[in-house]
């Protein structure tokens, strides 16, 4: 003789007590995009590496574009499938009203990287050596506001909250 028993699903969490709830918000910075606008050369001394009349003096504005996507990730309800009726609702009132705003405060974070900069410039070098200079001063200033952001979105971190499982279903009695 063979068989085999029913597969069971079983979620390890206290039912009568505290649930722990947590999500997720991932951020995509785009890297950022620049132009320069208004750029004036002429010719200038003083370069080190290169011939004399390859020395400019370069003024102008770099201008950069920044944006981030963000992507939230909540628990369901349904990922307690053996909460009671009244369980369910404490955990859903929970991602509502707790877990859905913090994870809005980071959606806010991150979001302070998008935008647009105007930045002056006023360089005196080699001809050769302007585009990895403006190069060098764009994504210095890209590191330095996705790390701004991600600062705003960690100081919100580590975020705990308990949902308190223990209550109980209305009877006839109370209707």
């Not at 063979?2 to 979620?11: D, L, Q, R």
């Not at 939230?72 to 309800?77: A, F, K, R, W």
């Not at 952001?149 to 223990?166: E, H, Y």
């Amino acid at each position: 003789m063979e068989g085999e028993g029913e597969p069971v699903h079983e979620v390890a969490f206290n039912r009568s007590g505290p649930l722990r709830l947590h999500g997720r918000t991932d951020a995509t910075y785009d890297g950022g995009a620049f132009r320069t606008e208004n750029v004036t050369q002429e010719a200038a001394t003083g370069c080190a590496g290169c011939e004399e009349r390859q020395c400019v003096h370069v003024t102008g504005t770099l201008v950069a574009t920044y944006s981030v996507q963000t992507r939230v990730t909540l628990p369901s309800v349904s990922d307690f499938p053996d909460l009671t009726p009244c369980q369910q609702r404490r955990v859903q009132d929970a991602i509502n009203n707790v877990l859905v705003p913090h994870e809005q405060e980071h959606v806010r974070a991150f979001e302070g990287y998008n935008g647009v900069t105007r930045r002056a410039f006023d360089l005196t070098l080699c001809r050769s050596a302007f585009a990895a200079a403006i190069q060098q001063m764009f994504e210095a200033e890209e590191r330095a506001r996705r790390a701004a952001a991600q600062a705003a979105s960690d100081a919100l971190d580590p975020f705990n909250f308990d949902v308190d499982l223990d209550c109980e279903e209305p009877t006839a009695d109370d209707e």
